[in-house]
């Protein structure tokens, strides 16, 4: 069986645990500072697989001893956003979570593939690949799967067509200057341009970039969960099973793009070792325009964390 622990047994990867023990796709391990809370959470669970008939072994603990000989780590652990915070407000209590869950599993399980959703996102990614020294490869952050999503499910109220009928490519840094492409998404093959009006378009497409931060205003204490736990989900079941799945995440740049060294979201294609690929689209001037935008934001973030922990 394949395994896979989870750093962070708060909200979303309680939640991550729940979805993939519902697939099961692999053992899973919730590791979390707090006493007795991911051990209550994944008894609780592993009373759960009875039901639904899946044989899921679910362990929590404070140890990350329990993360040994792990095929995939999962680091959510990190303060929640806050009304009127951004993301990358989170930099510098999230770097020292994340370096630590990082440098910690790693001593454990030397072989696995990393995916980060902890936020700022494209930079906790960074800070995960410079920290433990792996091929891009095996560190991937889990943004543009779910940036997608919810550009798709505004669609999906907009139009009343199906889920199923609607593909959105949501590209760029995980913030509010995320890359929408209108162009490329499309319902059963029309482009979006084509179907909506301009003016709803463009009321879904800032919708969209603000969606994690309404989603805040309206719990008033903590942050979306659901959906971005199941992105890390389908991330996993991907390279899990070799999928060569082609979706959007936030990859290391070695050029593509015109981008080096920064993490950023592009479609990558995911197998059983990790990141596989990157598609590079054709852009237009607009869209190369907004490109250059997210990427100067995302590189600001990065160089913040440069001086915090002197990589």
């Known amino acids: 069986m394949n395994k896979i622990s989870i750093i962070g047994a708060g909200m979303t990867g309680s939640t991550a645990a729940h979805w993939l ?5 692999a053992d899973l391990v919730l590791v979390d500072v707090v006493e007795g809370m991911p051990q209550g959470k994944g008894l609780d669970m592993a009373e759960a697989m009875p039901i639904i008939g899946k044989d899921v072994e679910i362990v929590g603990s404070n140890d990350y001893a329990a993360t040994k000989g792990s095929d995939i780590i999962i680091i959510t ?3 929640a956003r806050k009304p009127g915070m951004s993301r990358d407000d989170l930099l510098t209590t999230n770097a020292g979570i994340v370096g630590q869950a990082a440098a910690e599993t790693l001593k454990y399980s030397p072989d696995a593939i990393y995916i980060v959703l902890t936020n700022p996102l494209d930079t906790m990614a ?17 943004a543009g799967i779910l940036d997608s999503a919810r550009m798709r499910a505004f669609v999906a109220m907009e139009t009343g067509v199906s889920v199923e009928n609607i593909s959105c490519y949501v590209l760029g840094g995980h913030g509010d200057e995320m890359v929408p492409l209108t162009r490329h998404s499309n319902i059963a093959g029309v482009p979006l341009r084509d179907y909506l009006p301009a003016d709803r378009l463009e009321a879904i497409v800032n919708r969209t970039r603000k969606g994690g931060g309404e989603i805040v205003n309206l719990l008033k204490t903590g942050s979306a969960f659901y959906a971005p736990s199941l992105a890390c989900t389908q991330m996993a079941e991907a390279i899990l099973k070799d999928k060569h799945l082609i979706v959007p995440c936030a990859a290391y740049m070695n050029g593509e793009y015109g981008l080096n ?7 990558v294609q995911l197998g059983r ?27 600001d973030t990065h ?9």
């Open 21 to 25: 023990a519902e697939r099961e796709l």
């Open 126 to 142: 960074y800070h995960t690949l410079k920290t433990t020294k792996l091929p891009r490869e095996r560190v991937i952050g889990q």
């Open 261 to 267: 060294d920064m993490y950023f979201g592009v479609p």
């Open 303 to 311: 160089e913040a964390l440069k001086k915090l922990v002197k990589i």
């Open 77 to 79: 652990a990190g303060i």
């Open 273 to 299: 070792n990790g990141l596989e690929r990157i598609i590079e689209y054709k852009l237009d001037d607009e869209e190369k325009a907004m490109f250059e935008k997210s990427a100067a934001a995302v590189k």
